[in-house]
């Protein structure tokens, strides 16, 4: 166990950047996740790690805790050397934290508790089991802890994670995310929810008696698009329906006084990227209430403080903080910068009375920092990154298309010469139900390294956000249902003609790419227009026919498709790019996770078959043991470089 007091952290850490900056060393790169604010707004914890470039494995993280309106730190917890972490809690009284900490190779889940007074120096392992678990939350009298657990997991929990092996009877074992509740004094673990139901999300009652859940019968991987809005009984278990409004659910709390459910709700495509409009319920059942129809926006976040609520919204390239009245709807939206932003409440964190809020913040350009403070006055309060320089330019580009205003971002190299015309890569984002939006391109193996090593090499990269985005509201999101390949392709086809009359783009020199959605649209793209020359196509899907029979996901396409592919198969073929393989020329790089359940090696396998039956460059890679998400290093930074590769033979 490895707790330690660091009072004068942030101090040192700013003088170790500084001299390695004059050292012409490349400053390493702090990360923050999973920020919570106190309660009584005076403390930020966030799970942070340093990353100094070259590392072979991904930088270990520990829990930190800082003064929020100095960005000292306060106190470290770190009792896992092996585990990662899950997102802490605060308790009511502010003085603890409770977090999971995992540990992959041993398959445990443990919860610890942390107490922040100086004077108190252990992290106390309240249990562990065998499994995963997550999102541990405090009862409102701090006596108890619920977290969702997996007990025997036989994988990890959400559909973007490698699936478990297919052997034996298929479908007759599947994981049940239960809500599990512990003494916060120490105690046994009690399984709570019912073990024929999934429990995605989960928050307190304000009377400590039971939960606010989104809820689904069988398969856990599957069934989050129809999940259902749930009361569990924290004593005996039992589950009651609140409502199932045919859409996706997210972030559900119950008001101060115990009456009203709260949701975002809408069309989405994936769990974890939210989107939608705003919704409450009576917590004893009815049907939903929207209290934003129409807004021109995308909620991400939402969460009760008072009478009131305290929401957040992607509008266009912003994001926003939006107060609503439960009766009369939204205010007028508080535009907080063209940001990505990280915070335990959806995209910020606010304090009980809801007067203060911190985050974690970034833009293409700022690595991420903190920032805390009163909710009209936000300030920066970590420097621990300010010694990285801005890798690449930007520009936020607009354009109309068959009466939509659509948005994207456009990536360049820093310095580009005169008169001369550079290739481009645009890169098509997942979902449907996201947006490409503004994370820091830095140095080092980040996530991002892929955009820099592309502007490093001269391309521009285009980041469109199409008809079926987040940020213009749910009309906007939903007008690609039924027409995947139709509309949206048109408004990114449309956005790369914006793109050349604004910037030394080479239209004879393009490239294609993108991952799930993404990968699907280069698919689709190469099989549909010959105006790309190179294009990679990631755990994309060839054919919705065969697909639909194929993945561990079905129930996701229904809200898109209107239909099964057995009622409706028409409108499934009609999308497939194997329908219209003939017409593919451009060199394609094709690339999955072996045990992929959402978009199965089987669809890249089918697209490479066509391409090589057509007589088109091709090359078809599957990673050994991943999922959707790709987890081990070493294979992220060989896609990289095969990515990279592909386009400097295809495109220079």
């Not at 009877?169 to 995310?177: H, I, K, L, N, S």
């Not at 009651?240 to 459910?261: C, F, H, W, Y």
Request: glycine share 12%; proline share 5%.
């Amino acid at each position: 166990m490895k707790i330690t007091e660091i009072a004068s952290l942030g101090l040192l850490a700013s003088a170790l950047l500084a001299a390695s900056a004059q050292a012409g060393a490349t400053p390493s790169l702090r990360d923050y996740r999973a920020v919570a604010l106190s309660g009584n707004g005076q403390r930020i914890v966030a799970i942070e790690s340093s990353d100094t470039g070259g590392q072979v494995q991904r930088p270990h993280a520990a829990i930190v805790v800082r003064d929020a309106g100095s960005g000292a730190v306060v106190r470290q917890f770190d009792p896992c050397a092996v585990c990662s972490y899950d997102k802490p809690s605060w308790s009511p009284d502010g003085k603890q934290l409770a977090f999971v900490a995992y540990d992959a190779k041993a398959g445990k889940a443990s919860l610890f508790l942390a107490t922040v007074d100086l004077g108190k120096r252990e992290a106390k392992e309240l249990l562990s089991i065998k499994g995963v678990a997550s999102t541990a939350r405090w009862s409102p009298d701090g006596r108890q802890l619920a977290l969702l657990a997996t007990v025997g997991a036989r994988k990890l929990a959400g559909a973007v994670e490698a699936g478990a092996r297919q052997v034996g009877e298929v479908g007759g074992e599947d994981d049940a995310q239960r809500i599990a509740v512990v003494p916060a004094a120490g105690g046994e673990l009690r399984l709570v929810s019912p073990a024929d139901t999934y429990v995605y999300e989960y928050n307190w009652t304000p009377d400590g008696r039971g939960f606010v859940a989104t809820s689904a019968q069988g398969n856990g991987d599957s069934n989050w698009w129809v999940a259902k809005l749930s009361h569990v009984d924290a004593a005996s278990g039992a589950l009651r329906e609140i409502a199932a409004p045919a859409m996706q659910l997210n972030l559900p709390s119950v008001s101060p006084d115990g009456k009203t459910v709260v949701f975002v709700g809408g069309l989405m495509s994936d769990f974890g990227s939210i989107g939608g409009d705003i919704y409450t319920v009576p917590l004893a059942g009815g049907t939903p209430q929207n209290l934003t129809p129409d807004y021109r926006g995308t909620f991400n976040g939402v969460v009760w403080r008072g009478n009131g609520l305290l929401a957040t919204a992607l509008i266009d390239s912003q994001l926003a903080l939006v107060k609503l009245d439960p009766q009369t709807g939204p205010a007028a939206p508080q535009l907080l910068g063209e940001v990505s932003s990280g915070g335990s409440d959806g995209r910020l964190s606010f304090s009980a009375d809801g007067q203060h809020a911190a985050a974690a913040q970034e833009d293409f350009t700022r690595a991420s920092h903190l920032v805390a403070g009163p909710l009209t006055g936000l300030k920066k309060i970590t420097r621990d990154n300010d010694a990285l320089a801005p890798q690449l330019s930007v520009q936020n580009v607009g354009w109309s298309n068959e009466g939509y205003q659509v948005q994207g971002w456009l990536l360049g190299p820093l310095k580009v010469e005169a008169e001369k015309k550079h290739p481009m890569i645009v890169v098509v984002h997942g979902g449907p139900g996201a947006a490409a939006s503004p994370r820091y391109v830095g140095p080092g193996e980040l996530a991002s390294a892929q955009v820099r090593e592309m502007t490093e090499k001269g391309y521009f990269v285009f980041l469109p956000n199409p008809r079926g985005s987040f940020g213009q509201g749910q009309a906007f999101t939903r007008a690609n249902m039924r027409d995947f390949g139709g509309g949206d392709w048109r408004d990114i086809l449309a956005g790369i003609d914006a793109v050349e009359k604004i910037a030394p783009v080479d239209g004879q020199r393009l490239g294609l790419t993108g991952h799930s959605y993404g990968g699907f649209m280069t698919m689709w793209g190469v099989t549909h227009t010959t105006r790309f020359k190179a294009a990679v196509a990631g755990a994309g899907v060839s054919n919705w026919i065969s697909y639909y029979g194929q993945n561990g996901i079905n129930q996701w396409m229904i809200p898109f498709f209107g239909a099964s592919a057995y009622d409706d198969p028409e409108v499934y073929r009609n999308a497939s790019p194997l329908s219209t393989i003939k017409v593919a020329t451009t060199p394609t790089l094709i690339y999955v996770g072996e045990r992929d359940v959402e978009t199965p090696a089987a669809q890249s396998l089918e697209f490479w078959h066509g391409l090589r039956a057509m007589g088109v460059p091709s090359s078809l890679f599957i990673y050994d043991g991943e999922g959707h998400s790709f987890r081990k290093p070493e294979h992220q930074r060989d896609l990289r470089q095969r990515t990279l590769a592909w386009f400097e033979r295809y495109l220079k």
